[in-house]
């Protein structure tokens, strides 16, 4: 886990966003794919597909469970990350790097502020 995580927000249902200019690159926390465990499969909206922030959008699943994945913003979905089709282990590996999950050319970000790397942390400690 390689990357800096001060450009990144959360969501409290474990995604997170970094926005670069008009896109945004979406993925799983570390904290969630470590609850997941093995990551196995995931199921991701088509490019082109319009997503509300909050939206149910996928689903990931692991050796254990299966998981809903959500949309931290509004947006059209511009590509997914065809590594994973093959790679899924990609998400355990590097979750803020080469595990992302899609890239949204977002038209907003949600009504409910998304949480900082801090918040974040704490809210998933349970602090």
Do not use: C
């Not at 597909?49 to 939206?55: D, N, S, T």
């Not at 699943?61 to 998981?67: C, M």
């Amino acid at each position: 886990m390689g990357s800096d995580l001060s450009d990144l927000q959360f969501t409290a249902t474990h995604e997170w966003v970094r926005v670069s200019g008009d896109t945004a690159t979406v993925g799983i926390t570390d904290h969630a794919q470590s609850q997941l465990g093995d990551v196995i499969f995931v199921d991701l909206p088509k490019a082109g597909r319009v997503v509300a922030a909050g939206e149910r959008i996928g689903t990931i699943e692991s050796v254990k469970a299966a998981s809903d994945l959500y949309a931290p913003v509004s947006g059209t979905v511009l590509e997914t990350n065809g590594a994973l089709t093959d790679a899924p282990e990609l998400i355990n590996a590097q979750p803020y790097d080469d595990g992302w999950l899609l890239r949204v050319q977002p038209f907003s970000l949600p009504d409910t502020p998304l949480l900082t790397h801090d918040e974040y942390e704490e809210r998933a400690q349970g602090k």
